[in-house]
C-alpha cells in the first residue's frame, strides 16, 4: 500500500506546517525518515516509527522486516534496502 500524504486542515497555516512542508502519511503517521518503505495501512507505534528512522526495521511486502527503509537507504547505505524501480513514488498520486 502506498503512503497518503497528509492534507493541512489549518486555513492559517500559511504553508509552514508539518503537512504542507514534509512528507508525512496521514495513514501510519510516519514522516520523512520514518516512512517504511510501504504503508502498513494503520497508525505506527512510537516505538516502530523510532525503528524506521534507526534503520532497523521497515515495512514492505505487507510485513515487517529487518533492515533499513528504501527512503532511508542513504543514511545506511551498509544495510539491506531494497532496490525498488526507477521513478517509484512512495506517496499515491494526488488525485485531479
Known sequence: MKHKQAKCTDPD???TCPACT???CE???GGEGSL???CPGVKMTGDQQDDVYAGKT???DGQWVDG???LMKHAYPEKNAP???EGWRGFEEPAP
Open 13 to 15: 497555516c500559511g504553508g
Open 22 to 24: 514534509l512528507a508525512v
Open 27 to 29: 495513514v501510519c503517521g
Open 36 to 38: 517504511p518503505t510501504e
Open 58 to 60: 521497515d515495512y514492505r
Open 68 to 70: 533499513v527503509s528504501y
Open 83 to 85: 532496490v525498488l524501480p
